[in-house]
C-alpha cells in the first residue's frame, strides 16, 4: 500500500508544478519522487525517463514564479528580475546529447546508410498503424525516411546554435508529431516529451516570427513621387 502514497503523492507535487503552486518546492519534490520511483522499478525504464529527469531536474532551478503560475496571481509573489540562463542552456545541452547519441547508436546498429531497409522493417512491425500502407514501403520514401531522420537528428547540436535554430526546431516538433501518428501508443509519451522539452530552444518573439511566416511578409507598396 505504500507504494501508492508514494504514487498519490507524487501526483500531487506534479499538479502543483503544472499550476505553478509553489513551483520551485514542487519542481525539487516530483524530480525526487518520479526518479526514486523509477529507480525502484527499472522495468517501467522507457525513453521519456531520461527526457523527464532532467526536464525536471532543470525546473527546480528555473526562474519562478511566471506570469500565469498560482504563485504570481494568488499569492502575489514577484516575478523574477532576470532570467538565469544556465538553467536553459543546461537543457538544452541534454537534448543536443540525447539526439547526438541517439544518432551515433543507429549508426552503431542497424541503421545503414546508402539503404532504407531498416524502414521497410519497420513498417511491418505490429507496433506500426499503417502496415497496410504499401507506398510507406517505396524505396523513396524509406531512403527519406532513415536518412532524413539521420541527417535532421545528427545536425541539430551543431545546427541549433546557428540561423537555423526556430526552423530546425519545427522540424523536429513535426518529426515527432509524425510518430506519434504512425506508431501506436507505446512511442506516444516519448515523443510528447521530446516536444515539450524542444520548446526550450524557442525565444519569445519565436510565435511572431511563425505567424508571419504564414500570413506572409506584407507587401511594401513603393513610394509614388510628389
Known amino acids: 500500500a505504500w507504494i501508492w502514497r508514494i ?12 499550476i505553478g503552486l509553489w513551483t520551485r518546492v514542487a519542481a525539487a519534490l516530483t524530480f525526487f519522487l518520479y526518479v526514486a520511483m523509477v529507480q525502484r522499478n527499472l522495468i517501467s525504464f522507457n525513453g521519456e525517463t531520461g527526457i523527464l529527469a532532467f526536464a ?21 509573489k514577484p516575478l523574477p528580475h532576470r532570467p538565469e ?9 541534454n537534448l ?19 539503404t532504407g531497409e531498416i524502414w521497410y522493417h519497420i513498417t511491418l512491425s505490429d507496433w506500426f498503424r499503417f502496415s497496410s500502407a504499401e507506398w510507406l514501403r517505396n524505396p523513396w520514401v524509406c531512403l527519406i525516411a532513415v536518412h532524413g531522420s539521420l541527417l535532421v537528428e545528427g545536425s541539430f547540436a551543431f545546427l541549433v546554435w ?18 506519434i501518428v504512425l506508431f501506436d501508443n507505446a512511442l506516444t509519451f516519448f515523443n510528447i516529451a521530446a516536444m515539450i522539452v524542444l520548446c526550450g530552444f524557442l525565444e519569445t518573439g519565436d510565435l511572431d516570427r511563425i505567424r508571419r511566416f ?5 507587401r511594401q507598396v513603393p513610394l509614388q513621387p510628389s
Do not use: E, N
Not at 525536471?56 to 502575489?76: E, M, N, W, Y
Not at 504564414?214 to 506584407?218: H, Q, V
Open 56 to 76: 525536471l531536474f532543470t525546473l527546480i532551478f528555473a526562474p519562478s514564479p511566471q506570469r500565469f503560475s498560482v504563485d504570481h496571481l494568488l499569492l502575489k
Open 162 to 179: 546557428t540561423g537555423l535554430r526556430l526552423p530546425l526546431v519545427m522540424l523536429l516538433m513535426v518529426l515527432h508529431a509524425s510518430i
Open 214 to 218: 504564414f500570413r506572409g511578409a506584407p
Open 85 to 93: 540562463i544556465w538553467a536553459a542552456r543546461f537543457l538544452q545541452f
Open 7 to 18: 504514487y498519490w503523492v507524487t501526483v500531487a507535487a506534479a499538479f502543483c508544478l503544472a
Open 96 to 114: 543536443c546529447m540525447m539526439y547526438l547519441f541517439t544518432t551515433l547508436g543507429k549508426f552503431a546498429g542497424q541503421w545503414d546508410l546508402g
